[in-house]
T-cell receptor
Framework: GESVGLHLPTLSVQEGDNSIINCAYS??????FIWYKQESGKGPQFIID?????DKRQGQRVTVLLNKTVKHLSLQIAATQPGDSAVYFC????????????FGRGTSLIVHP | DAGVIQSPRHEVTEMGQEVTLRCKPI?????LFWYRQTMMRGLELLIY????????DSGMPEDRFSAKMPNASFSTLKIQPSEPRDSAVYFC???????????FGPGTRLTVL
């Protein structure tokens, strides 16, 4: 029979555009959130993190927004470049003695030159 | 820092053979994770060690899988006997503190024929 693979949400953008990748998390007790970037053939790499006492954090060309009310996290990438093409994962740490980061399913970002 | 080191990078074996994957975490990191990534199931946590002690192995698929961490600088993941459905990319990751961000290795791509 046909196997069903993990169909990743995909975001296609033009080089130079701003990208927004969204993530819904499940545990209202989560207190630490991390975005990772995974390029083809490599392991996930840390991009930016945010703790639950903040609602926004900025890095170089990236901004993470946290909305605890609706349990939503977003990653904004300014002036997207072809090198930003990758799969992006959000991860949450639920705290309360649990130190295992739980990863979302990932979003594939494709940047067209 | 060399980052998390994994070996081998690629492994091709036949069904029924024993497979051993190796990991050297980043020096000074207290937590170590083994993850498996497939198209079907995404990124799954297999087992988590803290200070060389297994804390959570609920993600280990079955008794064919075992993991050890004999010291702070070395861990192994063993599959015996291996099966075709074990084919995946296996990532080792480490973290300086419980609950902190996780640093991934480059992964071992395992193919079981």
């Amino acid at each position: 029979g046909e196997s069903v693979g993990l169909h990743l949400p995909t975001l296609s953008v033009q080089e130079g555009d701003n990208s927004i990748i969204n993530c819904a998390y499940s545990n209202s007790a989560s207190d630490y959130f991390i975005w990772y970037k995974q390029e083809s053939g490599k392991g996930p790499q840390f991009i930016i993190d945010i703790r639950s006492n903040m609602d926004k954090r900025q890095g170089q060309r990236v901004t993470v927004l946290l909305n605890k009310t609706v349990k939503h996290l977003s990653l904004q990438i300014a002036a997207t470049q072809p090198g930003d093409s990758a799969v992006y994962f959000c991860a949450e740490n639920s705290g309360g003695g649990s130190y295992i980061p739980t990863f979302g399913r990932g979003t594939s970002l494709i940047v067209h030159p | 820092d060399a980052g998390v080191i994994q070996s081998p990078r690629h492994e091709v074996t036949e069904m029924g053979q024993e497979v051993t994957l190796r990991c050297k975490p980043i020096s000074g990191h207290n937590s170590l994770f083994w993850y498996r990534q497939t198209m079907m199931r995404g990124l799954e946590l297999l087992i988590y060690f803290n200070n060389n002690v297994p804390i959570d192995d609920s993600g280990m698929p079955e008794d064919r899988f075992s993991a050890k961490m004999p010291n702070a600088s070395f861990s192994t993941l063993k599959i015996q006997p291996s099966e075709p459905r074990d084919s995946a990319v296996y990532f080792c990751a480490s973290s300086p503190l419980q609950g902190d961000r996780v640093f991934f290795g480059p992964g071992t791509r395992l193919t079981v024929l």
